[in-house]
């Protein structure tokens, strides 16, 4: 317990507050804090108010600081640098991407734009980085130093971290392409994956570049994802990732033992899921021209599958519809 003890110096009496313990038998000061002479512990107890502030900060937390909570739980910044290391000069390459991740979630700017928005939120507290570490040019360097394989290998250990730490729902998984448009020059050789094609946002008059996503049904959380030329049409894009799709519901398949893949597209693409799907994928929905079929249960064997296969991918939609009741009522026997 605290106690009041008085100090004599110069002929002055000063006031501290003083806590004692033992120590090794005899009594011992352990802490003090000055708090002045009697006249100035008096007049700090008769001020009504508090002092004035000198200044006023105003700083984006709530939104920021969930984000980053979130981001420490999975390690996002350190699975980041293991992957891109860097020298221990200013911020790390995981720090730029988390920065980026939050902002586009938080208050969407653009590069230029982007360590001015961080000087305005509680990051700038936390991370102590002055605001011109974020400039537009250093962002593009610590983008650069990401290679294509690291971006993979940070996705799949990222998933991982996920799965172990939270209970996602991986019964249905949902699979379907997007793209988006850029304002990269026209002109601008350097770029090959931004290229002219069907804009599904009615953009064509911008170069666009194509996304495949595999997310969960609950909350749409990545799994996988692929970007691919935007002059690259969905079905050549679907054949030429099925082995990778592959490669990740074998990894999903360890952490739940029954896993249903969703895919959106049309009757010409079931040759390509055919080939590979009934191979690794145990349950299936096809979803495309106003037909529905769900194929593929534990409790067939494979010469079933592959016959069901075979019917959907000659006869196109007729046999989604006329066989697609069949095999649901054998799923259900």
Same mark, same amino acid.
């Given at each position: 317990?605290?106690?009041?003890?008085?100090?004599?110096?110069?002929?002055?009496?000063?006031?501290?507050?003083?806590?004692?313990?033992?120590?090794?038998?005899?009594?011992?000061?352990?802490?003090?804090?000055?708090?002045?002479?009697?006249?100035?512990?008096?007049?700090?107890?008769?001020?009504?108010?508090?002092?004035?502030?000198?200044?006023?900060?105003?700083?984006?937390?709530?939104?920021?600081?969930?984000?980053?909570?979130?981001?420490?739980?999975?390690?996002?910044?350190?699975?980041?640098?293991?992957?891109?290391?860097?020298?221990?000069?200013?911020?790390?390459?995981?720090?730029?991407?988390?920065?980026?991740?939050?902002?586009?979630?938080?208050?969407?700017?653009?590069?230029? /734009?982007?360590?001015?928005?961080?000087?305005?939120?509680?990051?700038?507290?936390?991370?102590?980085?002055?605001?011109?570490?974020?400039?537009?040019?250093?962002?593009?360097?610590?983008?650069?130093?990401?290679?294509?394989?690291?971006?993979?290998?940070?996705?799949?250990?990222?998933?991982?971290?996920?799965?172990?730490?939270?209970?996602?729902?991986?019964?249905?998984?949902?699979?379907?392409?997007?793209?988006?448009?850029?304002?990269?020059?026209?002109?601008?050789?350097?770029?090959?994956?931004?290229?002219?094609?069907?804009?599904?946002?009615?953009?064509?008059?911008?170069?666009?570049?194509?996304?495949?996503?595999?997310?969960?049904?609950?909350?749409?959380?990545?799994?996988?994802?692929?970007?691919?030329?935007?002059?690259?049409?969905?079905?050549?894009?679907?054949?030429?990732?099925?082995?990778?799709?592959?490669?990740?519901?074998?990894?999903?398949?360890?952490?739940?033992?029954?896993?249903?893949?969703?895919?959106?597209?049309?009757?010409?693409?079931?040759?390509?899921?055919?080939?590979?799907?009934?191979?690794?994928?145990?349950?299936?929905?096809?979803?495309?021209?106003? /037909?529905?079929?769900?194929?593929?249960?534990?409790?067939?064997?494979?010469?079933?599958?592959?016959?069901?296969?075979?019917?959907?991918?000659?006869?196109?939609?007729?046999?989604?519809?006329?066989?697609?009741?069949?095999?649901?009522?054998?799923?259900?026997?």
């Amino acid at each position: 317990m605290a106690s009041l003890i008085k100090k004599r110096k110069k002929g002055k009496t000063y006031w501290y507050a003083v806590e004692c313990q033992r120590v090794n038998g005899k009594p011992r000061i352990v802490w003090q804090k000055y708090l002045g002479r009697a006249e100035d512990i008096l007049r700090a107890t008769q001020q009504a108010t508090a002092p004035e502030p000198q200044e006023v900060r105003l700083r984006q937390f709530g939104a920021v600081a969930a984000m980053l909570n979130v981001a420490e739980q999975l390690g996002v910044v350190g699975t980041i640098d293991r992957h891109v290391p860097k020298r221990k000069q200013g911020a790390s390459i995981g720090r730029y991407m988390l920065l980026a991740a939050i902002n586009r979630g938080c208050d969407p700017k653009s590069k230029l /734009q982007i360590g001015e928005w961080y000087e305005q939120t509680i990051l700038h507290r936390l991370w102590k980085h002055p605001a011109s570490t974020f400039s537009s040019q250093r962002f593009w360097d610590a983008m650069d130093a990401i290679s294509e394989e690291a971006i993979v290998a940070i996705e799949r250990d990222l998933v991982q971290t996920l799965l172990r730490t939270t209970q996602l729902d991986l019964g249905a998984i949902l699979y379907d392409t997007t793209n988006f448009a850029t304002f990269i020059h026209t002109l601008n050789d350097r770029n090959t994956i931004a290229q002219r094609g069907h804009a599904k946002k009615k953009r064509h008059d911008l170069r666009l570049v194509g996304l495949a996503l595999v997310v969960t049904r609950t909350f749409g959380i990545p799994l996988f994802h692929e970007t691919y030329a935007g002059n690259v049409t969905d079905t050549t894009q679907f054949g030429s990732v099925v082995l990778q799709l592959a490669e990740r519901y074998r990894e999903l398949a360890a952490s739940c033992a029954d896993v249903t893949l969703v895919l959106h597209f049309r009757k010409t693409w079931l040759h390509h899921a055919a080939n590979v799907m009934m191979r690794w994928v145990s349950s299936m929905i096809f979803r495309g021209n106003h /037909q529905t079929a769900l194929i593929i249960n534990n409790s067939f064997c494979k010469t079933h599958r592959r016959k069901a296969f075979r019917r959907l991918a000659c006869d196109g939609r007729r046999a989604g519809s006329s066989h697609g009741e069949s095999l649901r009522s054998q799923s259900s026997s």
